[in-house]
């Protein structure tokens, strides 16, 4: 089923914020160099490439069912059997993101376990935290379902609907926005939802915007 326009177009401008993106249908048109790309999603027809490129770039190819065995043996990480949809492409590309840095206005954040920091500031996060956190990083600006939340959250509520999603949700926003301004505001201020990377689907579930 597809996504409705809404999640569709979330996607979509999320999807352009995250990936350096290049039209290459044949091989010919590959450019030399392709350093700014983390992904190169090629047909399968454009096989086989050089084992230069297979060293440097993660490549993932499309086409018939019957090729994926050469696109595998050839070296791409993935293969997409047609007929396929722009929003599978997208969450398969989106592992192979890195997913222990969050970039905010020109700002780095590392996480760790048990916290998350910057070059000035540490802010200490729990184990749940820790855990939600890395789960919004990997989708990278897709909604993560609020019962995929709610499994996350040790306890033997798990309804999707439980406001200790939310309540989670609204400390971790805060400890983020803590290692950012470090001294320059406190846990008990409450930032707006709209100044914070951590966002909010409503009825739906949570997303992380970044650079």
């Given at each position: 089923?597809?996504?409705?326009?809404?999640?569709?177009?979330?996607?979509?401008?999320?999807?352009?914020?995250?990936?350096?993106?290049?039209?290459?249908?044949?091989r010919a048109s590959i450019p030399p160099s392709c350093k700014p790309y983390?992904?190169?999603?090629?047909?399968?027809?454009?096989?086989?490439?050089?084992?230069?490129?297979?060293?440097?770039?993660?490549?993932?190819?499309?086409?018939?069912?019957?090729?994926?065995?050469?696109?595998?043996l050839q070296g791409c990480v993935d293969y997409l059997a047609e007929p396929w949809e722009p929003e599978e492409l997208f969450y398969r590309a989106l592992r192979f993101h890195p997913i222990d840095r969050i970039t905010l206005e020109g700002t780095t954040l590392l996480v760790l376990p048990g916290c998350i920091k910057t070059e000035d500031h540490e802010v200490p996060l729990t184990t749940i935290e820790h855990s939600l956190l890395v789960t919004?990083?990997?989708?990278?600006?897709s909604i993560v379902p609020r019962a995929v939340l709610s499994r996350l959250i040790p306890g033997p509520v798990k309804d999707p609907s439980s406001r200790r999603i939310d309540a989670h949700m609204a400390r971790l926003r805060k400890k983020i926005r803590l290692c950012r301004v470090g001294n320059r505001c406190s846990l008990g201020?409450?930032?707006?939802?709209?100044?914070?990377?951590?966002?909010?689907?409503?009825g739906l579930g949570y997303y992380l915007i970044t650079d």
């Open positions: 089923m597809s996504p409705d326009p809404f999640r569709r177009s979330l996607i979509k401008s999320v999807a352009s914020t995250r990936f350096h993106t290049l039209s290459c249908t044949i983390e992904v190169l999603v090629l047909p399968v027809t454009a096989l086989p490439l050089s084992e230069d490129l297979f060293h440097q770039y993660r490549i993932i190819t499309y086409g018939p069912l019957e090729y994926m065995p050469q696109a595998f919004l990083l990997k989708a990278k600006g201020e409450e930032p707006g939802p709209h100044s914070s990377p951590l966002r909010s689907a409503r």
